[in-house]
């Protein structure tokens, strides 16, 4: 059987649900193992974080280099693992720092490379939602080996235990890659909620919150929910660029989306209508984002959010 | 200091986009200069404008480089407009549906026969959307990449230093010249062009040049499509007024969907 590369993904100094659910797209492709790379002396302690998904080895590489040069150096020794054991595909988290490893990887080793695939089958093909989700694509990549990003929260990861076996590979970094240095990093602010990309339910809040985002908030830590806006709302400084959904923000897929008091503008639908369930409340019943809702409720959001949110509350008991 | 923006014609993100034999029919959509690209030419008039200026006379020159169709000129001559000084477009005909892969090598030969000292792109386009770009050419080229950038400032003694901000977080980087930068959206406000910067854009030089001029070959996509369908257009569903009961309506619809 053949051997598939995943690029573990963490935050902090643990692996994500994103580490399970691209070795479960990998397991389709042949036997999967999950590159971890570390600073010196942290790699066991990483990899043991790595415990969940059909994963059958863990690669170790270790070297401060990923911290001080950042994606061409990570990019670098993993070009280098993958010259070295030829993996017959390398999936990738497609966030900035997978697309950016996924781009560098792909110069380095002369290999096709798809980004944001939302499902990958044995034999490589991936599945693409382009144009705002309006366009499914199918696509393989026919030279070298296929690099693709899978974006976070697409495939149902089989969450099942693994206790795969651990390896220590050397860390192989050209100078090229040492060439922009971090001198500083600061990890997101998290505020207990969910990641946004992440999130199995994401509430949203737009122009109709003027400024206010209580409601909405309250709403979606009732849910469990991440927070998103739309551009309207950022513009206005309401709530942080980084929570921003849509064409030039974050593009979500949630089993639950609610928008509150967003109109849905093409730039925002482009974010968020793969989402599973939609749901929309605005107090004007001509909001186009009405048209693609599974449940609207023509209302003021005021009103509505603190009813449901005792609701959910109420029945939760 | 030499600054070179590279910049992407693309469909007007309002227009409805359609896939013909794989890859994007470009040919029945208004096109406009992509968006993200506007910040990436206002960050390098800013550098230029801090630091000497790039008027006739002036220590700095910006130059526009992109690769499309003998139509992107419209989205070149945007750029020029807002003040670039010159611009270098590569069109040829075996570079349709070309992959990302092909257009950074494109660029890259580009970049490295000007001999820039920095280059600045969006952070994506709004067609792709695969953000891949910038990091090719800093790994084609053996440039620094200081990418996704929020805050840039230069030393033209040959340095520079950013903030990089994404999902993972803020650091701040620097590199020596060359380097590859990539700006965010918000880093700046866009400016739009002048009456003057229009007509001057006109008398502006966009040297246009084919892949044999460029000096490299053509490289086919290396990723194929198999096929590309439109998703069935999402139906709307149930529609209620709030009465005073439309949370409990909500919450009972949720409820339904075992989404709570």
């Known amino acids: 059987m053949s051997n598939v590369f995943i690029l573990a993904d963490f935050s902090g100094d643990k692996a994500t649900k994103t580490t399970a659910e691209l070795a479960t797209a990998a397991a389709r492709i042949g036997a999967v193992t999950a590159v971890v790379l570390a600073g010196n002396g942290k790699g066991a302690a990483l990899a043991a974080t790595v415990n969940q998904g059909p994963i059958a080895n863990i690669l170790v590489v270790e070297s401060d280099d990923f911290a001080q040069f950042g994606v061409a150096a990570c990019a670098d020794a993993l070009a280098n693992l993958i010259k070295e054991k030829s993996p017959s595909a390398v999936l990738i988290a497609s966030h ?33 939602l382009v144009f705002g989700g309006s366009t499914t694509v199918h696509s393989k990549v026919s030279h070298g080996t296929p690099i693709i990003t899978v974006r976070p929260n697409s495939v149902e990861a089989d969450l099942s235990d693994t206790s795969a076996a651990i390896e220590n590979a050397t860390a192989n970094i050209g100078d090229a890659a040492k060439k922009s240095k971090v001198s500083s990093s600061q990890p997101p602010v998290k505020g207990g909620r969910p990641e946004l990309t992440e999130a199995n339910i994401v509430v949203s ?12 908030e309250k709403f979606a830590d009732e849910l469990g929910a991440a927070v998103g806006a739309s551009r309207a709302a950022t513009d206005a400084g309401w709530y942080p660029h980084s929570h921003q959904v849509g064409q030039t923000g974050k593009t979500v897929s ?16 482009a974010g968020m209508q793969t989402s599973k369930t939609i749901v929309v409340v605005n107090k004007d019943p001509e909001a186009p984002l009405f048209d693609i809702a599974d449940f609207g409720v023509i209302g003021d959001l005021f009103n509505v959010l603190p009813q449901a949110t005792d609701g959910i509350h109420a029945k939760k008991g | 200091m030499k600054i070179a923006v590279c910049v992407k014609q693309v469909p007007d993100s309002w227009a409805e986009k359609k896939m013909v034999n794989g890859v994007l029919d470009r040919e029945n959509v208004d096109a406009v200069l992509n968006d993200l690209d506007e910040y990436a030419v206002e960050e390098a008039l800013r ?56 257009t950074s090598a494109v660029l890259s030969k580009v970049i490295s026969d000007g001999g820039y000292d920095i280059v600045i792109c969006g952070t994506e386009s709004t067609d792709a959307r695969m953000s891949v770009v910038p990091a ?20 033209p003694a040959g340095s520079v230093s950013i903030t990089r901000v994404t999902e993972a977080g803020v650091d701040e980087m620097s590199a020596a010249f060359p380097c590859v930068i ?79």
């Open chain 1, 96 to 128: 900035a720092f997978g697309k950016e490893v996924a781009a560098r990887v792909a110069v380095l080793t002369d290999s096709g490379i798809i980004t944001d695939a939302v499902d990958v089958t044995a034999d490589g093909t991936a599945t693409q």
């Open chain 1, 205 to 216: 809040g737009g122009r109709g919150t003027n400024g206010d985002f209580a409601a909405v």
């Open chain 1, 254 to 269: 949630p089993q639950l989306y609610v928008a509150c008091g967003i109109s849905g503008a093409i730039q925002h639908r």
């Open chain 2, 47 to 102: 550098i230029a404008e801090a630091h000497g200026g790039n008027e006739d006379g002036g220590a700095n020159t910006v130059t526009v480089i992109s690769m499309g169709p003998d139509r992107a000129t419209e989205a070149v001559r945007k750029a020029l407009s807002m003040g670039a000084n010159d611009a270098i477009l590569v069109t040829d005909s075996a570079l349709a549906g070309a992959d990302a892969l092909a």
């Open chain 2, 136 to 155: 090719m050419i800093s790994a084609r080229l053996g440039w620094a990449q200081l990418t996704f950038a929020s805050k840039v400032s230069v030393d």
């Open chain 2, 182 to 260: 990539s700006v965010v959206e918000k880093i700046n406000e866009p400016r739009y062009p002048s009456f003057k910067g229009i007509m001057a854009a006109k008398k502006k030089t966009i040297e246009q040049k084919d892949l044999a001029a460029v000096g490299v070959s053509g490289q086919s996509a290396w990723s194929q499509v198999n096929d590309a369908t439109p998703r069935p257009a999402r139906a709307a569903g149930i529609k209620v007024t709030d009465e005073g009961s439309g949370g409990s309506a909500l919450v009972d619809f949720l409820a339904e969907k075992k989404l709570i």
